[in-house]
């Protein structure tokens, strides 16, 4: 029985913004997903703090990691695309949210809006004020904060430190407290060195919480000598001096110098909304009925901070948002199929935990209070089993795929995956891109069984009898006269399956691995032809795909000033995305010999004794992309291999030529000692009367963030083994290779790896130099090129590890 293709894609679920209750539909989608509908989350970060648990943070009993939701690792759960940019606006008309960036607009079927509030800060500009939203920012302020008065109040001379915080509200207490307690922990002192005042512009601390929870804290304040001024209305900051702090003026004439400021007042929208079209209310939220649907906008959704719930007012706090978390799930769901949505109301009374820097804490439900250590055990235990649930999920192994529940009352097919899950699953979950190719050893045999198949031509410079990193074809000069001709064509193509879920920074990703062939040659990239395939999809969804494809690859395209000049696209039963670009470049040979090495072809071959070997890039992507397919990859390690495989390698070729480089490649699918190899190889194959050898470096070869990790976790890409055949041209006295993992990286398949080249040792300094100033700050010398007086046999070891 055939296998059936996989749903197409008939609707898409846009959620904007990683807050609290939109990662609860991420997490209720992975588990229960509709067929036929794709979710997509844009968010500005990777990481999505939880508010909750940032006042524990700032006092030190928790690590960045315990108090954030990895929304890379919770989307690869929810089999949901990540778009790791900020929205800007809202084109309700046509369906689609804009983007910060310059990327496309995504289009949407049902839009949810989840992006957190922001204090109403009348002094962005002002010195050394920070503040508490977007709490994701917070964190590396924090460490900022710390550096400053740790170094201030190490000087016994100097005097007390002012740190103001402005909001009397609970985010501002708890901030002042922890912000002490984590303070005087590092030995920065007491309130003799450290002095915290509470700005409030109230009558009292704490308005709108039970008269019992506002004299707990007084005390708490007074006992740790922070200090609370009242009625303080903030109307400008004056001494404007990044180096000194400021004054804060007060609307009644009072002034607050400071060394530091963190702002938590009131919380206030982001001010793109107020052209989005959507239906706002007096202060900038968009307002939403009780089942959390736009008020003017049927199918817009909001939640947390940025919704104002008409039927049911309720302050800016984590605890509603959370709670809002599955109702807007069932209702997006509804929503989804056409089905009547469900009104929800929110509680009106809560338990409140305020924390107090230490242990400690005060709660309140209605009028009671209470307090006590007791208090922040249980706000301790709420707070991890709520983050538990997006951090412990489901494992997704490479032998277990569970089928998806049916829905027999939803409007797609029922059993639309059921003749899937008839057959056994493949083995192991399969890599894409670089990680994807057919094994170096494989493809030899086959090249070598075609010998004698292909026709020669004169104009062929390199191609199947030598090859490289692409075709090199002489134009035939006009006048036959001529010596030789002056232009050569270099000829390449690239061609593999998504390994990531936003298509427009993937189109970004495989034109900028297509033209690193031509970079590596040395030529300069002249026109691309695309092929393009897609799942099967309805008609509107397949133009959008493929316009969100192609305008990222367009992007890299022009940045090279390369052309689009056509291509190829099909339709396809595959469940993801393919892509790939022929890229033609040119080389003018009659430049040959400029100071900058313009127009000198460059080649795997001509590796010379005494040579140094640089690497371009870190190396790792292979691993870290196996890892995210398993959901045990961290967003940052993911964000910084994107950020890797979206450099360009021009600029590091076009230094290279600058020192003369001897050899060049690109490294991508067979990993560094593969495409190493392949260079030792042609090298030797061009004077077999003597002999080369590569002495390699492996702790001087930089590692992408995250990649020892997954290896060490057994986290190996699927062409791992194939290219672990190489080993047996390695030296390695010391079992290197086989017994430690970052050894083991350098087998790694890359995707839009960087140049590995040789270069004269006299120029190696300098042109490290120059790599690094040319924004690869990874570029490293990583070995030698050794020569013998006698040949090398063919099956004779060629790279030996140091260390």
Request: net charge neutral; proline share 6%.
């Amino acid at each position: 029985m055939a296998m059936k293709p996989p749903d197409p894609i008939v609707k898409d679920l846009v959620l904007v913004g990683g807050g609290h209750a939109h990662v609860q539909v991420l997490k209720s989608f992975g588990m229960d997903p509709i067929p036929g509908v794709r979710v997509t989350l844009i968010s500005r970060d990777v990481d999505t703090p939880y508010s909750g648990m940032l006042p524990g943070h700032i006092a030190g009993h928790y690590t960045a990691d315990e108090c954030h939701i990895d929304l890379q690792r919770l989307c690869r759960f929810a089999k949901a695309a990540l778009i790791h940019t900020e929205a800007c606006g809202l084109d309700t008309a046509n369906r689609r949210v804009v983007c910060k960036d310059g990327r496309p607009p995504v289009a949407y079927d049902v839009l949810s809006i989840d992006i957190g509030s922001t204090p109403s800060l009348k002094f962005p500009d002002a010195p050394r004020l920070a503040a508490v939203k977007p709490i994701d920012r917070l964190s590396h302020k924090w460490g900022l904060i710390k550096e400053r008065i740790m170094h201030h109040t190490q000087d016994d001379k100097a005097a007390p430190l002012r740190v103001l915080v402005v909001g009397g509200g609970a985010a501002g207490v708890e901030m002042a407290l922890a912000m002490q307690h984590r303070l005087k922990g590092m030995g920065a002192g007491g309130s003799e060195r450290l002095k915290f005042t509470i700005l409030t512009k109230g009558p009292a601390i704490l308005q709108g919480h039970a008269g019992g929870v506002q004299r707990a804290m007084q005390r708490v304040l007074r006992d740790r000598h922070v200090e609370v001024a009242c009625g303080c209305d903030v109307v400008d900051v004056k001494g404007r001096d990044d180096h000194k702090g400021g004054t804060l003026a007060c609307a009644d004439g009072r002034t607050f110098e400071y060394d530091e400021c963190i702002w938590c007042t009131h919380a206030s929208a982001q001010q793109w909304l107020t052209a989005a079209g959507l239906d706002l209310d007096a202060e900038g939220f968009i307002r939403v009925d009780a089942t959390l649907q736009s008020t003017n906008t049927p199918n817009v959704f909001a939640a947390g901070d940025i919704a104002s719930v008409v039927p049911h007012p309720r302050p800016k706090a984590g605890v509603f948002a959370v709670r809002q978390g599955p109702p807007l799930t069932a209702n997006l769901r509804r929503a989804l199929l056409g089905q009547p949505l469900v009104p929800f109301t929110p509680q009106k009374e809560f338990l409140s935990l305020i924390s107090t820097g230490d242990k400690y804490a005060v709660a309140s439900r209605g009028a009671f209070c209470f307090e006590g250590g007791y208090w922040w055990t249980l706000k301790d235990y709420i707070d991890r089993a709520f983050m538990q649930k997006f951090t412990d999920l489901p494992s997704m192994a490479d032998d277990a795929i569970s089928p998806p529940p049916s829905h027999p009352k939803r409007t797609f097919n029922p059993h639309s995956a059921s003749v899937a899950f008839a057959l056994p699953p493949h083995p192991t979950m399969r890599c894409a891109g670089c990680g994807g190719k057919i094994g170096a050893s494989i493809l030899t045999r086959v090249l070598k069984r075609l010998q004698g198949q292909v026709p020669r031509r004169d104009e062929v410079v390199v191609g199947m009898d030598d090859p490289d990193d692409a075709a090199v074809l002489t134009i035939p000069a006009d006048d036959p006269t001529a010596k030789a001709p002056s232009t050569s064509i270099v000829q390449t193509i690239d061609f593999f399956r998504a390994f990531m879920d936003d298509p427009y920074v993937f189109g970004q990703i495989c034109a900028t691995h297509a033209l690193s062939d031509c970079y590596a040659m040395g030529a300069k990239p002249l026109s691309a032809l695309a092929m393009v395939s897609l799942p099967f999809a309805a008609d509107n969804k397949l133009e959008e795909q493929l316009f969100q494809l192609m305008s990222g690859a367009c992007k890299s395209l022009s940045s090279a000033n390369c052309a689009l000049v056509g291509g190829h696209t099909a339709e396809s039963d595959g469940p993801s995305p393919c892509l790939g670009f022929t890229i033609t470049g040119t080389l003018n040979t009659a430049a040959e010999g400029d100071g900058d090495g313009e127009g000198r072809l460059l080649s795997k071959g001509g590796m010379r004794g005494g040579d140094k070997v640089m690497l371009t890039k870190a190396i790792g992507t292979g691993c870290l992309f196996a890892a995210d397919m398993k959901g045990k990859a961290r967003g940052r390690w993911m964000r910084g291999a994107v950020a890797s495989m979206l450099q360009s390698n021009g600029p590091a070729a076009d230094v290279l030529r600058k020192y003369h480089a001897t050899a060049c490649t690109d490294i991508t699918g067979f990993g560094l000692l593969g495409h190493l190899s392949e260079m030792v190889r042609s090298s030797q194959a061009r004077d077999p009367s003597c002999g080369i050898r590569v002495r390699l470096d492996p702790s001087q070869v930089p590692l992408l963030d995250g990649a020892l990790e997954c290896v060490k976790d057994g986290h190996l890409s699927t062409l791992q083994e194939s290219n672990e055949r190489v080993s047996r041209f390695i030296i390695d006295a010391g079992g290197a290779a086989s017994s430690t993992p970052s050894c083991r990286l350098l087998f790694d398949p890359q995707t839009s790896g960087g140049l590995i080249a040789t270069v004269p040792a006299s120029a190696a300094a300098a042109c490290i130099e120059d790599l690094r100033a040319s924004g690869h700050g990874c570029a490293s010398v990583i070995g030698d090129v050794e020569t013998t007086a006698e040949a090398m046999a063919e099956d004779e070891p060629f790279i030996s590890l140091a260390g």
